[in-house]
T-cell receptor
Framework: GAVVSQHPSWVICKSGTSVKIECRSL??????MFWYRQFPKQSLMLMAT?????????EQGVEKDKFLINHASLTLSTLTVTSAHPEDSSFYIC????????????FGPGTRLTVT | AQSVTQLDSQVPVFEEAPVELRCNYS??????LFWYVQYPNQGLQLLLK??????LVESINGFEAEFNKSQTSFHLRKPSVHISDTAEYFC????????FGAGTILRVKS
């Protein structure tokens, strides 16, 4: 089956620093990737959608200057949390679609970010 | 816009008992329906999906879900649960984007 990896699986950073999270599709080309955020005991909230080679589309209420998304290739998307603060601590999950008209999203294992 | 309601936040059940996790959706157009499972500190794994065709879909580990268009439901069932089924289950619908329900925690007790 299609596999999506994320790195790192967990990260602790100090307030004010930036953190980059990578999302890779290992055995397929991902035309579209998604970034979700999940708070404890809550559902997944879509943050943004990105297509390879174009700017990401952010959901309402998500700060695009704070959560920088780059989808540089068909197998790699990155999420950079800039000037992180404790309220950014969360579980970030990426997901990928393998082609136009394919409605099945494959999810990465998630990245636990803790900002101290 | 689509929305998903999972009617139970937690469902406790004894091992080998049957279970049903309820999911209702709202959409003015046809959608695709999914159930995902999430184990602690892990990402989501696809459990089963309904895209078209037979309204009863099954997973490899004994779960099944039935798409009911008139009731706009996609309830998840298993006739006999195991301890290892303890996890959080998310129902989701997709048209232009994937929208998740709030999740149901299934706790299987011995």
């Amino acid at each position: 089956g299609a596999v999506v990896s994320q790195h790192p699986s967990w990260v602790i950073c100090k307030s004010g620093t930036s953190v980059k999270i990578e999302c890779r599709s290992l055995d397929f080309q991902a035309t579209t990737m998604f970034w979700y955020r999940q708070f404890p005991k809550q559902s997944l909230m879509l943050m943004a959608t990105s297509n390879e080679g174009s700017k990401a589309t952010y959901e309402q209420g998500v700060e695009k200057d704070k959560f920088l998304i780059n989808h540089a290739s068909l197998t790699l998307s990155t999420l950079t949390v800039t000037s992180a603060h404790p309220e950014d601590s969360s579980f970030y999950i990426c997901s990928a679609l393998s082609g136009v008209g394919n409605y099945e999203q494959y999810f990465g294992p998630g990245t636990r970010l803790t900002v101290t | 816009a689509q929305s998903v309601t999972q009617l139970d936040s937690q469902v406790p059940v004894f091992e080998e008992a049957p279970v049903e996790l309820r999911c209702n959706y709202s959409s003015s157009v046809s959608v695709y329906l999914f159930w995902y499972v999430q184990y602690p500190n892990q990402g989501l794994q696809l459990l089963l999906k309904y895209l078209s065709g037979s309204t009863l879909v099954e997973s490899i580990n004994g779960f099944e879900a039935e798409f009911n268009k008139s009731q706009t439901s996609f309830h998840l069932r298993k006739p006999s649960v195991h301890i290892s089924d303890t996890a959080e289950y998310f129902c989701a619908v997709r048209r232009d984007k994937l929208v998740f329900g709030a999740g149901t925690i299934l706790r299987v007790k011995s």
